[in-house]
């Protein structure tokens, strides 16, 4: 495809036939984003459509006009890579996430979304799997085992949490945002890490050890993750270097070396970089990156955003924002005109009912396993709660289980990592399994993405949202207050603000025999933490430092 669009331009100089196709294919894609970018502020108040939707549209169109030029060869200006989409394009927007994240509310409901991202992933991902063995007999699909049935579970597991987090609001539903958001960011990895696991055992004969041995392998890759993302420990036997971890390596060396007392520029530099080695450190272990990088991102934010000058949290804060926003809407550009690949729809235009049945049935699942642990997990969380300010309503439940139904971009990596060599297929089976992905996160993303908007406002409308906010206000346990800080709440340390006036039902928060946890952790981060890493009131005394500055 790139050499019929290089004939459409003139030669670069110097530039040879093949480096010449790129330049051009790059310059569209950027003039593409550009086109996302522009069209998606004119559409910013629009009821029905949000960026993803917009990006995912726009990609589409693009791929049709590119299958009218080529002559019906190609449909993108890129190979869909999954090696591009993990190292390159997931990190910047997991860490993002990570690091604006309001922390109160975060690990307030962390049981919660620890449920729903985990053991709810598995939940969706076992009745998918056994659901596809069930049905898929039917349509004499003969060419799975079953450790790619189980692969699929992890595959239509995975929620969209790119999607998910632009149809939601902090500001709007704050509880709702905070449980989605947390379970989409959890459930990526544990998807990711479930799918490793699974294509790292023979599961040709399953026993109980093998089972025992695969939940083992998975419970130490997830909590592994975690500790290696916020700095606790290396996976052994690596835990002698305790002082190499990226989130408070960070921290440590900027507050020691304080690099804004010569060069803002360094301090930002190192804090991108170190961001980004912490994902590739978790690769490097065959850990997951998401939940290691996501976990750095809350470091950062605690500890190494109050040891950089005023100027670098300013622009560290837009940076990280900015190359999260870029790459989501790369995403959904890149996933609409690889959707159109003529490559892929060649191998089923033979058999066009089985495509659509394969993807009709695990749109089903996909919908029967998410309700599946919505409403009962919800339902053992309020079992947990004393307060009924704290519960999730139905209604809530309804927009949650709503909210997860989306599909994006982790399931056509891993759909592209398990049927495909180096993004392209000469199967027909293979082929089957990739189309009916590529629909599914299709109907998915512009059916449900297009009706998530109406559903919450009909559901929750806003005198009700505004009734649980300022509820919350005036309730020494709510879950909400936590959230109606500044926007710069979200992105500075909000988990430990002693020396800033609150409000009466947020300090009662704090001090509630109910948080001791939280209590305690308090006095361990003020006592132990925070003088030797930095943060908030603990930054370094040098001329000009955000210290002298002031909070």
Not at 26 to 34: E, G
Not at 190 to 212: P, W, Y
Not at 339 to 358: M, Q, T
């Amino acid at each position: 495809m790139a050499s019929v669009l290089a004939s459409l331009f003139p030669k670069l100089g110097s530039l040879g036939t093949s480096d010449h196709a790129s330049v051009v294919s790059i310059n569209l894609f950027v003039a593409l984003l550009c086109a996302c970018i522009i069209i998606g502020h004119l559409l910013e108040e629009n009821r029905w459509v949000n960026e993803s939707i917009t990006a995912l549209i726009i990609g589409l169109g693009t791929g049709v006009v590119i299958l009218l030029v080529s002559g019906g060869k190609s449909s993108h200006l890129l190979v869909f890579s999954e090696d591009l989409f993990f190292i390159y394009v997931l990190p910047p927007i997991i860490f993002n996430a990570g690091f604006q994240v309001k922390k109160k509310q975060f690990f307030v409901n962390f049981i919660t979304i620890m449920m729903f991202g985990a053991i709810g992933t598995l939940v969706s991902c076992a009745i998918i799997s056994l659901g596809a063995i069930q049905t898929f007999k039917t349509l004499d699909i003969e060419f799975l085992d079953i450790g790619d049935y189980l692969a699929i579970g992890a595959i239509f597991a995975a929620t969209d949490s790119v999607c998910t987090l632009q149809v939601l609001h902090q500001d709007e539903t704050p509880l709702l945002y905070s449980l989605v958001f947390g379970e989409g960011v959890v459930n990526d990895a544990t998807s990711v890490v479930l799918f490793n696991a699974i294509q790292n055992f023979d599961l040709t004969s399953v026993n109980l050890s093998i089972a025992l041995s695969f939940l083992g392998n998975f419970f130490y890759l997830f909590l592994a993750s975690t500790l290696l993302g916020a700095g606790l420990g290396f996976p052994p036997p690596f835990d002698i270097f305790f002082l190499l971890q990226t989130g408070l390596l960070s921290a440590y060396i900027i507050k020691k070396l304080y690099f804004g007392r010569h060069s803002t520029d360094r301090e930002v530099a190192l804090m991108m970089l170190m961001a980004y080695l912490s994902y590739m450190l978790a690769e490097l272990f065959y850990l997951s990156g998401i939940l290691t990088v996501f976990f750095c991102g809350i470091v950062m934010s605690h500890y190494t955003w109050h040891n950089v000058t005023e100027s670098s949290r300013v622009t560290t804060r837009h940076a990280f924002a900015t190359l999260s926003f870029l790459a989501e809407t790369f995403l959904f550009l890149y996933v609409g005109m690889d959707a159109l690949d003529i490559e892929k729809w060649k191998f089923v235009s033979g058999r066009p009912g089985l495509s659509i049945s394969v993807s009709s049935i695990l749109m089903v699942l996909i919908l029967l396993g998410r309700a599946a642990f919505v409403f009962p997990l919800s339902f053992l969380s309020n079992l947990m709660k004393k307060s009924s300010e704290e519960k999730i309503t139905f209604r809530q439940q309804v927009i949650i289980w709503w909210a997860g139904l989306m599909r994006g971009a982790v399931s056509m990596a891993l759909a592209y990592n398990k049927f495909t060599r180096g993004g392209h297929t000469q199967l027909q089976d293979n082929a089957i399994m990739i189309t009916s992905t590529i629909t599914i996160v299709l109907f998915s993303t512009m059916v449900f993405g297009l009706m998530t908007k109406p559903l919450i406002s009909l559901l929750l409308p806003p005198h009700r949202q505004l009734s649980i906010v300022s509820s919350g206000a005036n309730t020494p346990k709510s879950l909400i207050a936590p959230l109606l800080g500044s926007r710069e709440d979200s992105e500075v340390d909000d988990l430990n603000v002693p020396d800033l006036p609150h409000p009466p039902s947020l300090r009662m928060l704090l001090t509630a025999p109910s948080h001791k946890v939280h209590r305690y952790w308090r006095k361990f981060d003020d006592a132990f933490m925070r003088p030797m890493f930095g943060g908030r009131g603990f930054a370094p005394p040098a001329p000009g430092s955000p210290t002298e500055q002031g909070p």
